[in-house]
């Protein structure tokens, strides 16, 4: 299985903070790489496809970026609703898996 | 615009088999593959597996001596069967529609799951 590691595990930022999440593959994996948000209770929600697509309805200032082992997924200028705990997934081979998880917290 | 309702037993005994069905409304449903996904309380996401219309399977091998996956293409339906169940199947368990799109740079597949049903706890208790 190819191990997705996100890092960090989870961080504090103030409301327009810039934010970056980073996830590393166990190998190459190119750019089959997506990013979900969760919210407590919530099913998850794509953000990001393909590494760099920004799926339709998600706002301009979630952007990805990375191909081969290391990705990011920036958020911009941080928003209340943007509070959540985002992961990436890989879906280059099966089983197609996912990244702990990153917490985004209110400091 | 679609919508994924699903259902099933909530509480189950350890041993039992966990049975799940997620009904596809507002799109076709061929043409697309159909995930499994679970998460444990408190924990991250798991793949469990997937189908499509033609009844054709990928699943996660750490499950995959106990799950079955079908697919009712009448009712636009498809199911999650997990056997012999324990504790450590105790989960919030997803259904989701897994699209997919050709890179044409390389032929190779990008899948991602575009929406999700709301979710159905599952809980493993003697």
């Known amino acids: 299985d190819i191990r997705m590691t996100q890092s960090p595990s989870s961080l504090s930022a103030s409301v327009g903070d810039r934010v970056t999440i980073t996830c590393r593959a166990s190998?190459?994996?190119?750019?089959?790489l997506n990013w979900y948000q969760q919210n407590p209770g919530k099913a998850p929600k794509l953000l990001i496809y393909?590494?760099?697509s920004l799926q339709s309805g998600v706002p301009s200032r979630f952007s990805g970026g990375g191909s081969g082992t290391d990705f990011t997924l920036t958020i911009s200028s941080l928003q209340p609703e943007d509070f959540a705990t985002y992961y990436c997934?890989?879906?280059?081979?099966?089983?197609?898996?996912f990244g702990q998880g990153t917490k985004v917290e209110i400091k | 615009q679609v919508q994924l309702q699903q259902w099933g037993a909530g509480l189950l005994k350890p041993s039992e088999t966990l049975s799940l069905t997620c009904a596809v409304y507002?799109?076709?449903?061929?043409?697309?593959?159909w995930s499994w996904i679970r998460q444990p309380p408190g924990k991250g996401l798991e793949w469990i597996g997937e189908?499509?219309?033609?009844?054709?399977?990928n699943y996660n091998p750490s499950l995959k001596s106990r799950v079955t996956i079908s697919v009712d293409t009448s009712k636009n339906q498809f199911s999650l069967k997990l056997s012999s169940v324990t504790a450590a199947d105790t989960a919030v368990y997803y259904c989701?529609?897994?699209?997919?799109?050709?890179?044409?740079?390389?032929?190779?597949?990008?899948?991602?799951?575009?929406?999700w049903g709301k979710g159905t706890t599952v809980t493993v208790s003697s």
């Open positions: 997934q890989q879906t280059y081979s099966t089983p197609r898996t």
């Open positions: 190998q190459s994996i190119f750019s089959y």
């Open positions: 989701a529609r897994d699209l997919r799109f050709l890179d044409p740079k390389y032929y190779y597949y990008y899948y991602y799951m575009d929406v």
């Open positions: 189908i499509n219309h033609y009844g054709t399977t």
């Open positions: 507002g799109e076709s449903f061929s043409g697309y593959y």
């Open positions: 393909a590494a760099s």
